[in-house]
């Protein structure tokens, strides 16, 4: 002990600081439970967001199945679409993360966007289902990874947006071609 770097003199002071520590630590809780007896409970606001209000009637969409040709960067879904309002809709885009898919006979694609194939034409009527073939072709699927290629189970997820400003989500199962 006489020649190590700690010496028993320093025991001694990291005992005494333990010891003021744990006074005071139980000195200031006595403390505050006799000053203040009424405690406040931790004030955790829980509630739910307002409902997102959509122009019309909400249209439902059900993805069928989708693949992903890693050769074109090309992802090809069947989605079948209701419209469940009382006018025709077109649809006028696809977003999924962080790229949107806009119809070219509804808008024009800006930069950031990429052109939406859709097969046949993009009209629903009023309370029909029909079964659209979606044509999602960009390079950056690969470049972003948004296709996650090495998991087990794969799934694609975007908004179906129509005309009118009402949306769909659409969830396909999503199989890869090498």
């Known amino acids: 002990?006489?020649?190590?770097?700690?010496?028993?003199?320093?025991h001694r002071n990291i005992?005494?600081?333990?010891?003021?520590?744990?006074?005071?630590?139980?000195?200031?809780?006595i403390y505050q439970l006799v000053a203040f007896p009424d405690k406040i409970p931790q004030q955790v606001i829980e509630f739910?967001?307002?409902?997102?209000?959509?122009?019309?009637?909400?249209?439902?969409a059900i993805g069928i199945?989708?693949?992903?040709?890693?050769?074109?960067?090309?992802?090809?879904?069947?989605?079948?679409?209701?419209?469940?309002?009382?006018?025709d809709i077109v649809?006028?885009?696809?977003?999924?993360?962080?790229?949107?898919?806009?119809?070219?006979?509804?808008?024009?694609?800006?930069?950031?966007?990429?052109?939406?194939?859709?097969?046949?034409?993009?009209?629903?009527g009023a309370g029909e289902t029909v079964t659209f073939t979606l044509t999602l072709d960009d390079?950056?699927?690969?470049?972003d990874k948004l296709i996650p290629t090495a998991e087990s189970q794969l799934e694609i997820v975007g908004l179906l947006v129509f005309d009118d400003g009402t949306f769909a989500e659409v969830h396909a199962p999503l199989t890869t071609e090498f």
């Open 1 to 10: 002990m006489e020649y190590g770097l700690i010496t028993k003199r320093d």
């Open 15 to 29: 005992n005494w600081f333990l010891l003021v520590t744990a006074v005071l630590v139980g000195g200031y809780f």
């Open 48 to 60: 739910a967001p307002p409902a997102f209000e959509q122009a019309g009637a909400v249209p439902v």
């Open 65 to 87: 199945e989708a693949t992903y040709d890693a050769n074109t960067t090309t992802v090809t879904m069947e989605a079948e679409v209701t419209n469940t309002g009382n006018r």
């Open 91 to 124: 649809l006028a885009e696809f977003t999924t993360s962080t790229l949107t898919f806009v119809n070219p006979e509804v808008e024009a694609a800006t930069l950031e966007e990429a052109e939406l194939a859709v097969a046949p034409g993009g009209t629903v």
């Open 139 to 143: 390079p950056r699927w690969e470049g």
